[in-house]
């Protein structure tokens, strides 16, 4: 049955009613997703600079440090050092590696930007925000951070505290470190895969940084502290002996 001019004349705006419909959920969506992109892009932030900050304070992180440290000073070449030197230098690895933590980003600013960038992905997406706050316990991420760096934070006006020294050492084991890690960087690709492939190629790329570089300022600084010390123990006529 042919359709009459008449029936157009209804059927005409009904078209016209879905087609504007249609239009107005792709803007919406469209809105919505920058908007979650957004958001992300903040929670994303401050994961990769958790991350980062522990990263820093793992312990084979720093025996590679020390490693290339001792190589580059000169007056150790070809010698013999004793236990003693040996126990002096990891805790003043230990306490610049600290300092330059201290030096970044304030732990309770990071702290509280992370809560609420998930604050408010918890408006648009409540879900993942859900998936996010249960997976990643920044509180707890934090903790450590603060018992790391307070345990030694005193180190930096004189000698290293044995005692902030060890607590620093039990909680940088390397199976707790990597457990915070591999958590953390489980989570970090899964933001980054809702923001797009460009931030997903990105974080690779910084993950990547982070695994394999150290601070070229850390091992400077620890370089100029350990040839203050080698020149006091010598002086001292100490603990160093010819091989």
Not at 112 to 127: A, D, F, M, T, W
Not at 143 to 162: H, R, V
Request: net charge positive.
């Amino acid at each position: 049955m042919l359709m009459t001019f008449k029936d157009f004349q209804y059927l005409g705006p009904a078209i016209g009613v879905c087609i504007g419909w249609l239009l107005s959920g792709i803007t919406t969506y469209l809105r919505g997703s920058r908007e979650d992109r957004k958001v992300l892009k903040s929670i994303l932030y401050h994961l990769l600079n958790a991350y980062a900050l522990l990263h820093k304070l793992r312990k084979d992180n720093l025996d590679e440090a020390y490693r290339q440290i001792y190589s580059r000073i000169p007056e150790l070449s070809g010698e013999a050092v004793e236990k003693e030197f040996l126990e002096k230098v990891k805790p003043v690895l230990i306490q610049v590696q600290a300092e330059s933590v201290l030096q970044g980003d304030d732990l309770s600013k990071l702290r509280e930007g992370y809560k609420e960038s998930l604050k408010e992905l918890s408006r648009i997406r409540p879900v993942m925000a859900y998936y996010i706050s249960d997976s990643v316990n920044i509180d707890a991420l934090f903790s450590i951070l603060e018992k790391i760096i307070g345990g030694i934070a005193e180190a930096a006006t004189g000698a290293p505290d044995p005692a902030g020294v060890a607590a620093v050492s039990k909680w940088m084991q390397p199976h707790m470190a990597e457990h915070g890690l591999k958590s953390l960087r489980s989570d970090i690709r899964y933001v980054a895969i809702r923001i797009g492939p460009l931030t997903c190629l990105d974080v690779w790329r910084i993950l990547k940084r982070l695994n394999s570089g150290l601070s070229k300022k850390a091992i400077a600084a620890t370089t100029a502290r350990m040839s203050e010390m080698i020149r006091d123990i010598s002086s001292g006529g100490g603990a160093m002996h010819q091989g």
